[in-house]
């Protein structure tokens, strides 16, 4: 299935819910460029509005004796993968940060939440702290870390509970793993490296929450919370699900039936697919949300501009990528990077010729 971004600058630009929501966010956020990258200004095209617990109650627990030294074996009972959406087993990468040599290990909670699509790891961090704290503190003991970082947009820099919070600028996607690293420790790490293997262990808030959860006997394996969102209207809520949930019924039960928009899930607005009947909700799922139909029109001319290129945060050469593939040329394009792409869907998002060049990008 692939995924693909399902908003751009002119679909934004011509809803005023939406326009006026990305304003707000530039004034409350700034504008501010960093050096480098990311370069992409894309605020958030949607507003909160409210919480839905879909799983129910789960069965009483007795509150159990906590031992870390058993904690782990609990993750790994607990099918943890990493919320981000990469769906990666978490005690996997915490035996890896177990187990890394360096000498000063740290810990990134990973708060950003750069796609403009999604709000629940800001519900998160204002509404479940204590348990991000407290999930912080004992993965820091668990793997040795020296230093522990929270970094969001949220809040500004400054130490809470020993947690150093790394206050993020608003660029797109400075979420992601190695961007992250980059802006909040100034450490670049190759694409061939590892960072858990360096001691750089990153953890998304919501994995951390749950790993506080499974320490207190509080988890329910296989649920999360996801943002499922009208975005035609640019309002959303944060809801906690099943994995066994369709995507389309959690879509409907939330929103009710709209004929007239089609019906989306995947990582967040920038990465997201048409939903089939039958789909159910799954740890890569961040996003389900009713939106507009695609028009992409890849065999339309490119303009030119440039703004592909300017824009992508891993310094592709997008437009000479798009040239290659209009004039049918496919020698030596590989030496534009097109092996970097980290599938954000800036480029496609911002395309002034309306074409989906991520797509284009990654046919070769
Ligand atoms: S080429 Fe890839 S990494 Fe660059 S902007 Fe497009 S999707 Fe993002
Ligand atoms: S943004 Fe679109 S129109 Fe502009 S150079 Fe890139 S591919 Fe061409």
């Known amino acids: 299935m692939n995924n693909y971004p399902i908003i751009t600058k002119k679909i934004i630009k011509d809803n005023e819910a939406l326009k006026k929501i990305q304003k707000e966010n530039k004034k409350k956020y700034g504008r501010k460029m960093l050096f480098g990258y990311p370069k992409a200004s894309i605020p958030k095209v949607i507003i909160e509005n409210g919480y839905i617990d879909m799983v129910g109650k789960q069965e009483h627990r007795e509150p159990k004796v906590f031992k870390l030294s058993e904690l782990l074996i609990d993750i790994e009972k607990s099918e943890l993968t990493g919320m981000s959406g990469n769906n990666f087993p978490t005690y996997k990468k915490l035996k890896s940060a177990i187990a890394a040599t360096a000498k000063n290990k740290i ?3 990973n708060g950003a939440e750069c796609d403009p699509g999604l709000i629940h790891d800001a519900w998160l961090i204002r509404n479940k702290l204590e348990d991000i704290i407290f999930g912080s503190k004992l993965v820091a003991e668990m793997v040795n870390a020296s230093e522990v970082l929270l970094a969001t947009k949220l809040i500004k820099n400054e130490v809470i509970e020993g947690i150093k919070v790394k206050n993020l600028p608003n660029r797109y996607p400075i979420g992601a793993e190695r961007i992250l690293i980059e802006e909040v420790l100034k450490v670049k790490i190759d694409k061939k490296e590892i960072p858990v293997k360096k001691g750089i262990l990153v953890l998304n808030v919501q994995t951390i929450a749950a790993i506080a959860e499974i320490a207190q006997n509080k988890f329910l394996r296989g649920s999360r919370y996801i943002t499922v969102a009208d975005y035609c209207r640019g309002e959303a809520k944060v809801a906690k699900v099943n994995y066994n949930m369709k995507a389309k019924e959690v879509l409907e039960k939330i929103y009710g039936k709209q004929g007239n928009k089609v019906m989306y899930a995947g990582s967040g607005i920038m990465g997201a697919h048409e939903i089939d009947q039958d789909e159910n909700i799954t740890p890569e799922i961040n996003f389900v949300g009713y939106g507009y139909k695609m028009n992409y029109d890849n ?17 592709i050469k997008v437009n000479k990528i798009v040239s290659c593939h209009e004039k049918n040329i496919s020698d030596n394009i590989s030496q534009y990077g097109l092996e970097d792409c980290i599938n954000c869907g800036t480029c496609s998002f911002l395309c002034k010729a309306g074409k989906n060049t991520m797509e284009i990008v990654n046919m070769y």
């Open 107 to 109: 810990i990134i909670i």
């Open 299 to 315: 065999a339309s001319k490119c303009k030119k501009c440039g703004t592909c290129t300017r824009n992508c945060p891993m310094g």
